[in-house]
């Protein structure tokens, strides 16, 4: 079965440091993997996706991830935290071949002035 | 360019009322999902679609039930509501599999 744990509930960063977010997923098949990005009183938005190719993958607002296979992980990073990025952030990981996508807990970041 | 909308946008229920919320999607798209969120929960599937007509159960079904009459709306409904209901409720779609969904901004829903 699938599931996906991401450590932290919270994270703290100063405005300009990295942000490292971590993800580990566990799946029988090649997964889709994905970042979504939630706002105070709004729906979930796509940051980033891995599907084939290239396992460094870019999304929106600086952020990327590395899919790394053996170690089974898909951490977000971004080289210098901004005061917008204080959000919620989910990892989130699809079977191929599958309809449905399964979510992990979530990790609060804030960013401190 | 609206994407996903659900209505209401936020809902109090007692105990024991039933009521829909309504999910639409003008992308066209042949999966939708309702997911309800809980504080340190993230997401928990309670049912989803794969095509007009269709429905299955996710992760979290009971008390709940879904249709899916036209490929644009898929609704949820709430025959009996419990406190234990009280939630923020999200709808999304999406096309093929290597797809992200897409989201609404949710519905808040009370059940005292």
């Known amino acids: 079965a699938q599931s996906v744990t991401q450590l932290g509930s919270h994270v703290s960063v100063s405005e300009g440091a990295l942000v490292l977010l971590r993800c580990n997923y566990s799946s029988s098949v090649p997964p889709y993997l994905f970042w979504y990005v939630q706002y105070p009183n709004q729906g979930l938005q796509l940051l980033l996706k891995?599907?084939?190719?290239?396992?460094l993958v870019k999304g929106i607002n600086g952020f990327e991830a590395e899919f790394k296979k053996s170690e089974t992980s898909f951490h977000l990073t971004k080289p210098s935290a901004h005061m917008s990025d204080a959000a919620e952030y989910f990892c989130a990981v699809r079977n191929t071949g599958g309809f449905k996508t399964i979510f992990g807990a979530g990790t609060r970041l804030f960013v401190k002035a | 360019n609206a994407g996903v909308t659900q209505t209401p946008k936020f809902r109090v229920l007692k105990t024991g009322q039933s009521m829909t919320l309504l999910c639409a999607q003008d992308?066209?798209?042949?999966?939708m999902y309702w997911y309800r969120q809980d504080p340190g929960m993230g997401l928990r599937l309670i049912h989803y679609s794969v095509g007009e007509g269709t429905t299955a159960k996710g992760e979290v079904p009971d008390g709940y039930n879904v249709s899916r009459l036209k490929k644009q709306n898929f609704l949820l409904g709430l025959e009996s509501a419990a406190p234990s209901q009280t939630s923020v409720y999200f709808c999304a779609s999406s096309s093929i599999e290597n797809q992200p969904q897409h989201f609404g901004d949710g519905t808040r829903l009370s059940i005292l």
């Open positions: 992308m066209n798209h042949e999966y």
């Open positions: 891995y599907t084939t190719g290239a396992t």
